[in-house]
């Protein structure tokens, strides 16, 4: 039998016990340090504010009445929407779900491991990383991301590309398809190791049956997107035209990327080093599928340097950290491994940003915005919103202060219609979430707003925050539900636009304007207001 099939010997016979026991003590310092650690971030509440709407029947919007696809990450969606009709209160909806995803992971990594001496570096290494233990919550994606990626590597190193059934190739697929779903970026992660699959299979099955394998697989993505085309009339998310078509030079995006790196580095000694550490040995023992694991890992880090990385320290880094981890423990002879991770861990306990420290006390200090975040844009978001949101903080139904539209001293315009109000606000998460379905939330950051997400980003902007000027006429514009902008071709422009986002779904001509506006058949319009903006 290949190497990469044998079980682990924790498994079974005698080594049913100690496998056992350490498979509790991880468990239960997992959720000790869950329990520390949780705390749900600004973005989170994005998604919330889509998933209360879709709730009480508004649709799968932010601002109701506009479709806009302003999330990333519409798997991690639709299981808050499933959790959320049996557990109506979010909070601890998004926090169950997260710790689910994190137990199993920890579970799987004890299971599969080559032997306990692995299973233990894995653990260590993880639990000793500031930023996978802070993104084991805070309300985002990573924590299914984690484990679907956990998942694709456990599959991929089980056995020779080549000698895979038909069933288990597509079973492979679906898992990369997930974490696509999970996150459209996370791709990278995984796009070499689909790639050697698919020419392997293709050598030994045929292209047409290679091809078909593929197409079954990554089905449940092919159907978003064609959803996602009809419903929100573009195939990414908002987020993605706001942050990617900034207008502002790219040798600004490596050099902030190169920041992001040396700040996640700098807060977090273990996440990187290990990530290396296991893209390395995956590489150097692998073989083929080891060589496409670490390729994988690579692209992604690449591909994070490129877009400039995010405002949020480590955020985008803890996906390769399971990947590399994942490789340490189900790969053969990482003898080292266990020393290695020893040594990240004290050396994380020697930074004092250890999660094993579960300082508490300290976190749950008024927050405080680090002085980096004005000279390089990169934040730890924990921080900044751990004594407001934490678990260990929990008060009743809401944890987070109420009213915080109010005492945000937004600036709001009365709406025409049905005592609507109409706001202009950045880091809209909990401002939009506590302002409920009624107030319509302009977003100067774009990641909600569709017109504002197809316009230049202001000079200043720092990365993931990138501010648009509010055009002329824009908030009249909503408040009326007719142009009125200053700049005739921007009206012009607004209103094909509106055919995607306000029109019926199958209003005639829509899906024509779907493939025009798509195609850029409409970017001339906008001419006259960019030359404004130069001047």
Not at 9 to 36: D, R
Not at 159 to 173: I, K
Not at 308 to 335: N, Q
Not at 496 to 517: D, V, Y
Request: proline fraction near 5%.
């Amino acid at each position: 039998m290949n190497d990469l099939q044998t079980a682990a010997p924790g498994q079974s016979g005698k080594g049913a016990l100690p496998s056992g026991l350490v498979l509790a003590l991880s468990l239960a310092l997992f959720s000790m340090l869950f329990w520390c650690h949780s705390w749900l971030g600004d973005d989170c509440f994005i998604t919330l504010r889509v998933a209360d709407n879709w709730r009480h029947g508004l649709g799968l919007v932010w601002n109701v009445g506009e479709r806009v696809q302003v999330y990333t990450h519409p798997l991690w969606l639709f299981c808050i929407l499933l959790a959320q009709q049996a557990l109506h209160n979010q909070y601890f909806c998004v926090l169950g779900l997260s710790w689910l995803c994190g137990a199993a992971l920890v579970a799987l990594l004890v299971l599969r491991a080559k032997d306990l001496a692995l299973a233990c570096a894995g653990i260590f290494i993880l639990f000793s990383s500031r930023f996978f233990i802070d993104y084991s919550s805070s309300g985002l994606e990573n924590p299914l991301s984690h484990l679907l990626a956990f998942l694709f590597c456990a599959g991929f190193y089980a056995g020779r590309a080549a000698e895979r059934s038909p069933r288990d190739a597509v079973g492979l697929y679906l898992l990369a398809c997930l974490l696509m779903l999970t996150r459209q970026d996370l791709m990278l992660l995984t796009l070499p190791a689909v790639g050697y699959l698919m020419l392997r299979q293709a050598q030994s099955r045929g292209w047409a049956r290679a091809l078909g394998q593929v197409a079954l697989g990554f089905a449940p993505w092919l159907g978003w997107e064609a959803f996602s085309l009809l419903y929100y009339g573009f195939p990414f998310p908002n987020t993605a035209y706001a942050k990617l078509g900034t207008g502002l030079p790219h040798s600004a995006s490596l050099g902030q990327g190169l920041l992001y790196f040396k700040d996640s580095l700098m807060m977090d000694w273990v996440l990187l080093p290990a990530t290396a550490l296991g893209l390395a040995w995956a590489a150097l023992a692998g073989g083929a599928e080891g060589m496409a694991a670490a390729l994988g890992g690579l692209l992604y880090l690449a591909y994070v340097l490129w877009v400039g990385g995010d405002f949020m320290a480590g955020r985008f880094f803890t996906a390769p950290l399971v990947l590399a981890v994942a490789s340490l423990v189900l790969l053969p002879k990482a003898r080292w491994a266990l020393p290695a991770s020893a040594l990240l861990a004290l050396l994380a306990l020697a930074q004092g940003y250890s999660p094993l420290l579960c300082r508490i006390d300290v976190a749950l200090e008024q927050p405080c915005m680090p002085a980096g975040v004005f000279t390089d844009g990169v934040v730890d978001e924990k921080s900044y919103y751990y004594a407001t949101s934490a678990l260990v903080n929990c008060q009743g139904q809401h944890p987070w202060p109420q009213g915080v539209l109010a005492e945000a001293g937004l600036r709001w315009h009365e709406a025409c219609r049905e005592s609507r109000r109409v706001y202009t606000f950045a880091s809209i998460g909990l401002v939009g979430y506590d302002a409920g379905p009624r107030a319509f939330i302009i977003d100067l950051n774009a990641l909600a707003d569709p017109l504002l997400a197809h316009l230049p980003a202001q000079s200043s902007s720092r990365i993931g925050h990138f501010t648009r000027s509010l055009p002329g006429g824009y908030v009249e514009s909503i408040i009326h539900g007719r142009p009125c902008f200053q700049d005739p071709g921007l009206a012009a422009y607004y209103g094909h636009l509106c055919m995607l986002t306000r029109a019926p779904l199958f209003a005639p001509g829509r899906l024509r304007e779907i493939l025009r506006f798509n195609l850029g058949a409409y970017e001339p319009l906008k001419a006259g207001y960019l030359k404004s903006l130069q001047r």
